[in-house]
C-alpha cells in the first residue's frame, strides 16, 4: 500500500490538492452514490490501485455527446480519470493513433487483458444492410461490439442510444438500429447510462463505484444504477411545490414561466422520467433543463422519441389520427360523436315508435269494441310509468 | 503508386475513412467516406415540426445546439414566427460560446497531436519552457515551477507503463518540428484547456440548462424567461457569472490560445504552401444584430469563387444541390441529378462491399456523405471561408487580426489558402467571438432593466394558426460552416426534411461530373513522407475539423 | 326460427315483477357509478389542470388535493369492482358471471337480436330478464378496462410510493405496460372508453326503458323489474324466450 499511496499522496499535492480534500471528495462520490459515510474511505484507496484499468470505448451510431459529457467530468476531472484512474487505450475521439495503429491498440487489450477491461459503448448498433450503416476500419459495428464487449469484464452502454436504441432505433427506425443489451444478447455486467447525453456526474460516480467495489452499483428493471434512476424527476423538482399547489406556466415568457411555476401543461416528461438531475443539475450544478424553464422531454426513457413526443403535449397522439390528435382530443371527439349519435337515434327511435304506438292504439281500440279485456292492475300502472318515463 | 487508408480517422467526430494514392511521397488522389448513417431526416417525417430541434440537435453532440438553432429557424420561416429580440440575443450567445469552445477544444484536443509531439515534451527544461511562455504571453501560469510539475505528471504517467490514448501515435516523426519546450507548453495547454472548456461551457448551463444538447430552444424564441428580480428567471445573478464566464473564457483566448497558435505556426510555416483544396468559399454568415430577415449579420455572408477575395458575391441559396452520384443512396430521377434541397430525398442504397472490407470501390459508390454544390461547384465551408468573406467584404476587425496574424508569421494573404490558413482562421474567428460576445450580454442585460422581457412569440406556437402547406429553410454558420435545414410542413407535420451540413460540403464524395470534394481535392499534392506513418494526411484533415456524425445524419 | 323477430303483440301483455339486482349489485353499481364520475372529473384535471392557484406556492394545494380525491376514489372504485367481481360467484342468478359471459348457444343469439336493435335495425327489444346478453358482453370489455384502469393506475402511483410502500409492488406492472408515459397513455385511453360506455349506458337506460316498459332504470333503485310470464319461464328454463 505505502508505494502506491506515496506517488498518488504526492501527485495530489503537487496539484495543490491535500489529502482532506481528497478523502472530502470521495465523501461526495459517496453521497452522490447514496453510500454511507465510511465509503469514502473505501474509494479513496481504490482510486491509488497503480495498476490502471483498461477502458475501450466504442463509438458505434453515437452524436458523440456522451463523449463530450465525458470531457466535463469535473469530479474526479477528465484529466484525472485519462491519466491516473483509468487507462483509455482506445477512444477515437481523443485517442493520438489513427488508422490500423488505433485499431492495433484496440485489438491488443482485447487480446491481452481478455476479461479484464471495461468497455464503454456509446451510440446504437444497426443490424440493416448487413451492418453497412456503421463500420470502423471496414468492420461492423456490430463484429467489433460482439469482439470487444463479449470479452470485456463490464459493459458500459453510455447514452440513451447505446442503453435503449435511442434516436436512430426512432420510428421507423431506418437503420435497425439495436440497443447494445439487445444486439449483443448475454452480455455479462451490462450497465445501461441513459440520458440524451448522460450526465458527467453519474459517469464518474459509476466509474468510482466499479473502482471501488469491483462490481456495478444495483440497477433498475432496465439496468440502470438505482443511486442515479432510482425516482422521477418529479420527485425532486424544485417546482413542485406549484405542481402541487395548481400554479402552471400556460404560455411561454408569462408571468408564471417568470415566476419558475410548474411546466407541467406545457409537457414536461418529469413525472415519468426517472433521473437525478434535479438533484445533482448539469454542468458541475449550474442547472437542468426544467430549471432554465424548458420542460424534460424524458430523455434518460426507454423509445423517449416515440414515447414522449410531441414533447409540448402531456399524451402521444391516438395511431392513425395524425401527430397533434392526442389521446385526450381524440377522446373528446369520439364523446362527442358518440353523444350525438345516441341523440339522433333515440329521436328515430321516438320516431318510429310513435307510430308503432298508433298503429297499435288503433288496433287496440278495434280490439275493445270486440271485447273487454282485464288487466293486472299492477301491471298496467308500472307500463304507464313506465311508457311515460 | 501505393493505396494508404486511413480508418478510422482519429480525434474527429464520428466515422471518417480517407483513401489515398501516394506516389514518390506524395498524395496524388484521394476519396473521402462516411461510413456511418442513421436517417434522423427519415425520423423526422410525420413528426411536429416544433419537436424537429431535439431529434435535429442529436445529429451531433460536439457542435452541439447547431442543428437546434437551424431547425427552428426553418420552422419559424416556414410558419411565419417572429421570434423577439431577447430571443436573438440568447441565440447569439448560445451560438457564439459554442463557437469559441468548440474551437478551442479542436485545437488543442483534436488538432494538436499532429504538430506537437508529447513524447519529447519529457526533455523540455521548465526554466526555458517558462521564458518561452513569458515571451509569447502574460498568461500567469508560466513559471518553470509550473512547468516542471506538468513535465513531471506526464514523466509520472509514461513511467507507469500505460499510455491510454497516447500510444501507438507517431510521436518522433521526422515531419514534428517543434522544440522540446514548445512541445512542454503545449501539453500543458493541452490540460489546461481541458478544464478550461468544462467552465467556459457552462454559459451554455445557464442558457440551456445543461450542455451538451442544450434544452431551451422553443419555435419562436426560447424557453428561458427573464427577469431580473425574479429567482425562476434568468436574473442579474446570471447574468454576473455569464459575464464573468465570457470574461475568463476571452482571456484564455487572448493569452493562450492566440499566442500558441502562432508560436506553433511559426514552426510549420511549409504548410501555409499545402492542402488549399477547392479554392471556392461559401459563407451563409451569422449573427443578426437585429430581427427582421434582412438584419444585417456580424459575420457576413457570401461566396468566393477560385480565391477572388476583390469579389464576393451575393448568396442566392437556390444555386444549392446535392448530389449521390458517388453516395449510397438513390435519386427517384436518377443518381446523376442533383436535387435542390427543398425537393430533396433520402433513400438509403449500400452498394459497397460487405463488412468486413479491404478497400472501398472509389470508382463506384463509396460514401454515406452527399455532395452538395454551389452553382455546380465544389465548395469548401468554415472559419477559413467565413474570415474570406469577411475580409474581403471590409469586415474592420477581421481584417486587422488577419493582418497581424500575417504579419507576425511573416507570409503573405496567399497563405490563407492552406491548411496552415485554415487553422490560423479558426483562431482568428475565436478571438472575433470573444471579444463579441459581451456586448451581447449587455444589449440583454439593458433589456431586462427596461422591463422589456419578451423571450417568445405565442401567436404561432398553436399549429391551428399554421398554413395547411408551408415550407422554409434555416441557414446558421456553425463552427464547421454553412449550415442549412429546408422543412416542408403539411397539416402540421413534417412532410419532408433535408439538412445540407458543413461537413457533407467538406467531407463529400465526387459529384456527377468527377470534381472532387474539398477534403480530397486539399489532400492532392500532400507530402507523406513515410506511407506507414502518414501524419501529414492528418494534418490537412484535421484542418476542417471534420464531423462525420453531422456530415451524414 | 325466423331471424326476424315477430311484430309486437297488438296485446299488452301480463307482467311479472321480479326481483333481479339484489343488494350488493346495487350498492357497488352505485358505489362504482359515483367513484367512477369522480375519478374521471378528478382524472381530468390531473391530465388538463384548467384551474390555476394565486401565488404564493404552499399555501394552495388545488393539485395536491385532486389528486387525494382521486386516489380516495379510486380506493371507493377498486373495493366495489372487488365486491361486485365476489358477488359473480355468490349473488343471485342475475349477479353471476354466466349473465356477462354467454355460455349458451341460445344466449349467442340472443346477443344479435339485441345489436340489431341497438343499431335501430330492429324496432322491438328482445326479450330478457337479467342482463341483456348483449349488455352483459360488453359489461366483459368493461370490467376489463376497469381492471386495466386500476392496474395502470396503481402502477402510476406506485412510481412515487414511499420505499417502504406497499404499493410499490404495483410498480412491477409498468414493464407490461410499457413504461409510465405509455401507462399513463392507457389510463387515458381508457378513461374515454370507460367515459363512452356511461353515455351508451345511460342512454340505452332510458332507450330500453321506454322500449320495454319494464322499470329498467328503477330497478337499479329497487331490485325489481318486470318481465313477461313467458320470458320469465324460458329464462328459468334456460332456453330462449
Ligand atoms: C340511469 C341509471 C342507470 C341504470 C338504470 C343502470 C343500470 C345498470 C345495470 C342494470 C347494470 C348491470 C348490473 C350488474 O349486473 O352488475 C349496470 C352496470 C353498470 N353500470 Fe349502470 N346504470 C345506471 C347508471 C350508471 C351510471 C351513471 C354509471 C357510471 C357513471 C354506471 C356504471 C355502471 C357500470 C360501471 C356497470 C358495470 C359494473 C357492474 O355490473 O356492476 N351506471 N348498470
Ligand atoms: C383504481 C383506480 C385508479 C387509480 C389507482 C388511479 C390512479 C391515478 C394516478 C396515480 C394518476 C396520476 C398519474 C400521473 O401522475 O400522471 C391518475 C391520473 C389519472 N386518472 Fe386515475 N386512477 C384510477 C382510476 C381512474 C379511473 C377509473 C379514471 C377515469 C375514469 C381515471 C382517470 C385518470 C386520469 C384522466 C388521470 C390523468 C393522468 C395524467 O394525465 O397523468 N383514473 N390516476
Ligand atoms: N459539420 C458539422 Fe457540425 C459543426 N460545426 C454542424 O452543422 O459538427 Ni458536429
Ligand atoms: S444518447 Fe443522445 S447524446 Fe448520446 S449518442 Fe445518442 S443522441 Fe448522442
Ligand atoms: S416542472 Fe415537471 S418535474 Fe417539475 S413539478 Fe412540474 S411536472 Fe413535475
Ligand atoms: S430531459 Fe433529460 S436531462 Fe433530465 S430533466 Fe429530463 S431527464
Ligand atoms: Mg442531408
Known amino acids: 500500500m505505502a508505494k502506491s499511496e506515496s506517488w498518488f499522496v504526492e501527485e495530489l499535492e503537487r496539484r495543490g490538492v491535500s489529502r482532506r480534500d481528497f478523502l472530502g471528495f470521495c465523501g461526495v462520490m459517496a453521497s452522490i452514490m447514496a453510500m454511507p459515510r465510511e465509503a469514502g474511505a473505501r474509494i479513496a484507496r481504490a482510486l491509488q490501485t497503480e495498476e490502471k484499468p483498461s477502458l475501450i470505448w466504442l463509438e458505434f451510431q453515437d452524436c458523440a455527446g456522451n463523449t463530450e459529457t465525458f470531457l466535463r467530468a469535473a469530479r474526479p476531472t477528465t484529466a484525472d480519470i485519462v491519466l491516473d484512474i483509468l487507462s483509455v487505450d482506445y477512444h477515437e475521439t481523443i485517442m493520438a493513433a489513427a488508422g490500423h495503429r488505433a485499431e492495433e491498440a484496440r485489438a491488443g487489450v482485447v487480446e491481452g487483458k481478455r476479461g479484464e477491461y471495461i468497455a464503454v459503448v456509446e451510440g446504437s448498433i444497426p443490424t440493416g444492410a448487413n451492418g453497412a450503416y456503421c463500420t470502423i476500419g471496414g468492420r461492423s459495428a456490430l463484429q467489433i461490439a460482439q469482439e470487444v464487449c463479449g470479452d470485456a469484464a463490464a459493459t458500459l452502454a453510455i447514452g440513451t442510444c447505446a442503453a435503449f436504441g435511442g434516436l436512430p432505433a426512432a420510428a421507423p427506425n431506418p437503420t435497425g438500429a439495436l440497443s447494445v443489451g439487445d444486439a449483443v444478447p448475454g452480455l455479462r455486467n451490462l450497465i445501461n447510462l441513459s440520458a440524451c447525453p448522460a450526465n458527467a456526474e453519474n459517469v464518474a460516480a459509476v466509474v468510482v463505484y466499479y473502482m471501488t467495489f469491483g462490481r456495478w452499483p444495483p440497477v433498475d428493471r432496465y439496468r440502470r444504477p438505482l443511486f442515479a434512476y432510482g425516482k422521477p424527476i418529479h420527485d425532486n423538482c424544485e417546482r413542485r411545490a406549484h405542481y402541487d399547489a395548481g400554479q402552471y406556466v400556460e404560455n411561454w415568457g408569462d408571468e408564471g414561466h417568470r415566476r419558475g411555476y410548474c411546466l407541467y401543461k406545457m409537457g414536461c416528461k418529469g413525472p415519468v422520467t426517472f433521473q437525478n438531475c434535479p438533484k445533482i443539475g448539469w454542468n458541475e450544478g449550474t442547472s437542468w433543463p426544467v430549471g432554465c424553464g424548458h420542460p424534460c422531454i424524458g430523455c434518460a426513457e426507454p423509445d423517449f422519441w416515440d414515447k414522449m413526443t410531441p414533447f409540448y403535449a402531456h399524451l402521444s397522439g391516438v395511431p392513425g389520427f395524425g401527430v397533434h390528435a392526442t389521446a385526450d382530443k381524440v377522446g373528446l371527439w369520439a364523446t362527442a360523436g358518440v353523444a350525438a349519435a345516441y341523440a339522433i337515434g333515440g329521436f328515430v327511435q321516438y320516431g318510429r315508435r310513435l307510430k308503432t304506438e298508433a298503429a297499435t292504439a288503433r288496433a287496440e281500440a278495434a280490439a275493445a269494441r270486440a271485447e273487454a279485456t282485464t288487466t293486472e292492475a299492477e301491471g298496467a300502472a308500472d307500463q304507464e310509468k313506465g311508457g311515460q318515463s | 503508386m501505393t493505396r494508404v487508408v486511413i480508418d478510422p480517422i482519429t480525434r474527429i467526430e464520428g466515422h471518417l475513412r480517407i483513401e489515398t494514392e501516394v506516389d514518390g511521397g506524395v498524395v496524388r488522389d484521394a476519396w473521402s467516406s462516411s461510413t456511418m448513417f442513421r436517417g434522423i431526416e427519415t425520423i423526422l417525417k410525420g413528426r411536429d415540426p416544433r419537436d424537429a430541434w431535439a431529434f435535429t440537435q442529436r445529429i451531433c453532440g460536439v457542435c452541439t445546439t447547431v442543428h437546434a438553432i437551424t431547425s427552428i429557424r426553418a420552422v419559424e420561416n416556414a410558419i411565419g414566427a417572429r421570434p423577439p429580440a431577447n430571443a436573438r440575443l440568447l441565440r447569439n450567445l448560445i451560438m457564439a460560446s459554442q463557437m469559441v469552445q468548440d474551437h478551442v477544444v479542436h485545437f488543442y484536443h483534436l488538432h494538436a497531436l499532429d504538430w506537437v509531439d508529447i513524447v519529447s515534451a519529457l526533455s523540455a527544461d521548465p526554466a526555458a519552457t517558462a521564458r518561452l511562455a513569458q515571451s509569447i504571453s502574460d498568461w500567469p501560469l508560466s513559471s518553470a515551477t509550473y512547468f516542471a510539475g506538468v513535465r513531471e505528471r506526464v514523466q509520472q504517467f509514461v513511467d507507469r507503463g500505460q499510455l491510454g490514448p497516447f500510444a501507438n501515435a507517431y510521436w518522433g516523426h521526422s515531419a514534428y518540428r517543434l522544440p522540446p519546450e514548445a512541445n512542454l507548453l503545449a501539453v500543458a495547454h493541452y490540460l489546461e484547456a481541458l478544464d478550461w472548456q468544462r467552465d467556459f461551457i457552462r454559459i451554455h448551463a445557464v442558457l440551456g440548462g445543461k450542455n451538451p444538447h442544450l434544452q431551451s430552444f422553443l419555435v419562436g424564441g426560447m424557453a428561458t424567461p427573464l427577469d431580473a428580480d425574479k429567482q425562476g428567471s434568468l436574473n442579474m445573478t446570471s447574468i454576473s457569472m455569464m459575464r464573468k464566464l465570457i470574461r475568463e473564457g476571452r482571456a484564455f483566448v487572448e493569452k493562450v490560445y492566440i499566442p500558441d497558435l502562432l508560436a506553433v505556426a511559426s514552426f510549420y510555416k511549409d504548410w501555409a504552401g499545402y492542402g488549399a483544396g477547392v479554392g471556392n468559399y461559401l459563407a451563409y454568415g451569422e449573427y443578426p444584430e437585429g430581427d427582421d430577415s434582412n438584419a444585417p449579420l456580424f459575420l457576413p455572408r457570401g461566396v468566393i469563387r477560385s480565391r477572388d477575395l476583390s469579389n464576393v458575391e451575393p448568396m442566392d441559396p437556390a444555386k444549392i444541390t446535392e448530389f449521390v452520384t458517388h453516395s449510397w443512396y438513390e435519386y427517384e430521377a436518377g443518381d446523376s441529378e442533383g436535387l435542390h434541397p427543398a425537393a430533396g430525398e433520402t433513400r438509403p442504397n449500400y452498394t459497397g462491399p460487405e463488412p468486413p472490407y479491404e478497400l472501398l470501390n472509389t470508382d463506384e459508390k463509396y460514401s454515406w456523405l452527399k455532395s452538395p454544390r454551389y452553382d455546380g461547384l465544389s465548395m469548401e465551408v468554415g472559419p477559413l471561408s467565413r474570415m474570406l468573406v469577411a475580409y474581403g467584404s471590409g469586415h474592420s476587425r477581421v481584417q486587422e487580426l488577419v493582418n497581424y496574424a500575417l504579419g507576425q508569421l511573416g507570409v503573405g494573404p496567399e497563405a490563407l489558402f492552406s491548411t496552415l490558413g485554415r487553422v490560423a482562421a479558426r483562431g482568428i474567428e475565436t478571438l472575433v467571438l470573444a471579444e463579441k460576445m459581451e456586448d451581447w450580454l449587455d444589449e440583454l442585460a439593458d433589456n431586462m432593466g427596461r422591463g422589456q422581457l419578451d423571450i417568445h412569440d405565442n401567436s404561432m406556437w398553436d399549429p391551428a394558426n399554421w398554413p395547411a402547406e408551408c415550407s422554409g429553410a434555416g441557414f446558421h454558420e456553425a463552427p464547421r460552416g454553412a449550415l442549412g435545414h429546408w422543412v416542408h410542413i403539411v397539416d402540421g407535420e413534417i412532410a419532408n426534411y433535408q439538412c445540407v451540413v458543413p461537413s457533407t460540403w467538406n467531407a463529400g464524395p465526387r459529384d456527377a461530373a468527377g470534381q472532387r470534394g474539398p477534403y480530397e481535392e486539399a489532400l492532392v499534392g500532400t507530402p507523406v513522407a513515410d506511407a506507414e506513418q502518414p501524419i501529414e494526411i492528418l494534418r490537412t484533415v484535421h484542418s476542417f475539423d471534420p464531423c462525420m456524425a453531422c456530415g451524414v445524419h | ?241
Request: proline share 6%; charged share 15%.
Open chain 3, 1 to 241: 326460427m325466423s331471424t326476424v323477430a315477430p311484430p309486437a303483440p297488438a296485446v299488452k301483455p301480463k307482467l311479472v315483477r321480479v326481483y333481479v339486482w339484489d343488494l350488493p349489485v346495487r350498492l357497488t353499481h352505485w358505489l362504482l357509478a359515483i367513484s367512477i364520475t369522480v375519478l374521471a372529473i378528478t382524472g381530468f384535471y390531473i391530465g388538463h389542470p384548467f384551474l390555476v392557484a394565486p401565488d404564493p406556492a404552499g399555501q394552495e394545494f388545488v393539485m395536491a388535493t385532486v389528486l387525494a380525491v382521486h386516489f380516495f376514489a379510486a380506493i371507493v372504485f377498486s373495493l366495489s369492482e372487488i365486491a361486485r367481481i365476489v358477488w359473480m360467484f355468490v349473488g343471485n342468478r342475475y349477479a353471476r358471471w354466466q349473465q356477462l359471459i354467454p355460455t349458451s348457444k341460445s344466449r349467442w343469439r340472443q346477443t344479435w337480436e339485441w345489436l340489431k336493435f341497438y343499431i335501430f335495425f330492429r324496432a322491438e327489444t328482445p326479450r330478457f330478464v337479467g342482463h341483456n346478453p348483449l349488455a352483459g358482453l360488453t359489461y366483459v370489455l368493461v370490467y376489463v378496462t376497469l381492471i386495466v384502469m386500476a392496474l395502470t393506475g396503481y402502477a402510476m402511483f406506485a412510481v412515487s410510493a414511499g420505499a417502504g410502500s406497499p404499493m410499490r409492488i404495483f410498480a412491477g406492472l409498468l414493464p407490461l405496460f410499457g413504461g409510465v408515459q405509455t401507462a399513463r397513455w392507457i389510463h387515458h385511453v381508457c378513461m374515454w372508453l370507460i367515459v363512452l360506455f356511461i353515455i351508451h349506458h345511460i342512454s340505452c337506460a332510458l332507450l330500453v326503458a321506454r322500449a320495454a316498459k319494464n322499470a329498467a332504470i328503477e330497478s337499479m333503485f329497487s331490485g325489481y323489474r318486470f318481465v313477461s310470464p313467458e320470458d320469465l319461464a324460458a329464462e328459468e328454463a334456460g332456453s330462449e324466450r
